[in-house]
């Protein structure tokens, strides 16, 4: 059985590359969300009811593709929801203009 020694330049030489391939993973773009999400994980992301999300699909606010019994909705289109309903905000307490 051979024996091996580490020494201290191996282990700083181990470490630079160990925060190296760290700095990379953390930099790198993060995941993006799923294309096409099921009720359950819509309501969760809007915080809406069943009735909400099917109140959403009848008056056909959100569109929707159902495969078999189960409905799916594309995220874009939940984004493109979100962006359609914002509010601005430019009054403040302080700028009555």
Known sequence: MAV???TREDLNEFRTLL???LKEILQAKPQQAKQ??????V???LNISPGTLQT???NKTLSYTKIGG??????QDIEKL???N???SERTLFNTK
């Open 19 to 21: 925060l190296k391939d």
């Open 43 to 45: 309501r969760k992301l």
């Open 36 to 41: 096409w999400l099921k009720s359950t994980e």
């Open 56 to 58: 959403l699909r009848i």
């Open 4 to 6: 091996e020694i580490i």
């Open 82 to 84: 979100l962006e359609l």
């Open 86 to 88: 914002k509010v601005s």
């Open 70 to 75: 189960i409905i799916y909705y594309a995220h």
